[in-house]
């Protein structure tokens, strides 16, 4: 009923590993290097086919230009960086060269959320979801452990044709996703179900969503966990059911409250039905310096805080 | 079959002439645009299409094209008015130019279908990026065709430029000719009050580009530059193309306020007459 832990690993050697064996089965993907390449998860794919890397130097608006340029040359180009720079130093390439061309160009967008720690506020990714998502032509993927994250990614890299954005993060975090669930991108995923409430996450968030399911099971809630790995396009008929059938929906997401993956989900509740919710994320404030887990601690990022917002919800009888 | 290239001097004169006259048509028919630039670099673009450039307006995507990727967007009349002139599609669609449903866009937009369109672009600073991609997918790829890439003088002023410029010359890539329009003006006024860009060839020289420099609205001179610029070995070229902003409309040649202007019906007529 629920999924176990088999160890923790970060979701961007999950992006790293996707890249290289999608290397090996497409020969004109390439990869762009911004300096961090392997703090990004690139270094494998550089060790392995190093002509096929270019490095661009600390130039991530040139970077996604360079991008769109392989891309309009039948290329599969691969820009990644931490995603605080790559959705925001290059948002306006990002948006007229990659998204008005409507090329396919993969922009990897890593240290999402608090997790980079104590690099602290200006390399914490919190925004990068709101203006990813407002781009039109552009998917957006966010896979909920590393597993996941080399799926999506040959996934992308095979199946789609126009711009993605791919967030990931650098702390280990608990891999729980079985490889032979289905995963389409722009189908959200019943990680357990339940009526009583539903908890939609993004990212790994989604594993803090389902600790807190077994702390509701214990006061005799139902709560129904839906993991949500495409955030564009979204998929309305999850969310719709979940409304529908649970009335009460709470969103995580490690990211600004405002705009972001919340904000997209409750996008679909109000047109379609609507019902009470909670947003819970980084609310409209920078990062600071800390230990990982500090942070998520005190921004109420994890299961005790959902659990805690999930119990309000469900005690609101208005 | 690439399209058949035109060398005699007074035959280019009289293409220039022609595009700039549909230059004004179209930007009366529309009412809004950007008429200065646009004259000014119908002698560069002239060279480009009908002299230097491997293409085919039959075959606007075949594969070993020359490719032009303009970066200031906002000439898209010229570019427009050369693309007709050359055969892309039909003259009498330049007067649906900026109009709704149109495949003339203000700013170039692939998705409107308009066959030449290499890129969509009008977001300043941008261009040379992209054009610097297609470098280095050519070289990647062992092929021979060329990239050049239409810029302007103000929009130099934006730092993604540079980035853009150092990686070109990082990967060496002689295939790729940038042509600067140094008119010397932007909205605000000249370049050198709003933001001095000088010493201009200075600057691409030490960014590692061999630099030529000519009278952008003399054919003759853009042509030895052009035909220079295939020679460069291991670095990418930019042309400063002295252009006048207007060129060919005494009345509004050099005076910035003709930036971002279009002609009323009644000017169109009294330029077109004008027209040298």
Known sequence: MYLENRGNRPTKSGFGQGILEAGRLHPGLLVLGADITASVGLDLFAREFPDRFFSLGIAEQNC???????????????????????????????????????????????????????DGATHQALEDIAIMRVLPNMTLLSPCDATQATLLTKKAIKDLKGPVYIRFGREAVPDFIPENINTTIGKGQLIKNGNDISIIATGHMVWEALQAAKMLEMKGVDARVINIHTIKPIDKDIIIDAARETKKIVTVEEHQVLGGFGSAVAEVVAQHCPVKMKIIGVKDTFGESGQPAELMLKYGLHAENIFKEAMILINDSQ | MAFKKIQDLESLKKISHNIRSNIIRSLAASGSGHTGASLGLADVFTCLYFSVMNHDPQNPKWEDRDRLILSIGHVAPVLYATLAQAGYFPQEELLTLRKLGSRLQGHPGRDHGLPGIELSAGSLGQGLSVA???????????????????????????????????????????????????????????????????????????????????NGNNHDELLSSFSENEKSQGRPVVIIANTLMGKGVKAIENNYRWHGKAPTKEEAEQFMAALE
């Not at chain 1, 691969?78 to 160009?105: E, K, M, P, W």
């Not at chain 2, 103000?154 to 990967?171: F, N």
């Not at chain 2, 010397?184 to 420099?213: C, H, N, R, Y």
């Open chain 1, 64 to 118: 996604a230009g360079v991008a769109a340029g392989l891309a309009l040359s039948g290329k599969i180009p691969v820009f990644s960086t931490y995603g605080v720079f790559a959705a925001l130093r290059s948002a306006d390439q990002i948006r007229v060269s990659v998204c008005y061309n409507n090329l396919h160009v993969i922009i990897g967008g890593a240290h999402a959320g608090l997790s980079v720690g104590p």
């Open chain 2, 132 to 214: 610097t991609g297609i470098a280095l997918a050519a070289k990647y790829d062992k092929k021979n065709h060329r990239i050049f890439c239409v810029m302007g003088d103000g929009e130099l002023q934006e730092g993604a430029v540079w980035e853009a410029a150092m990686s070109a010359s990082h990967y060496r890539l002689d295939n790729l000719c940038v042509i600067v329009d140094r008119n010397k003006l932007q909205i605000d006024g000249s370049t050198s009050d709003v933001m001095e860009i000088e010493p201009l060839a200075d600057k691409w020289l030490s960014f590692g580009w061999k630099v030529l420099a000519c």
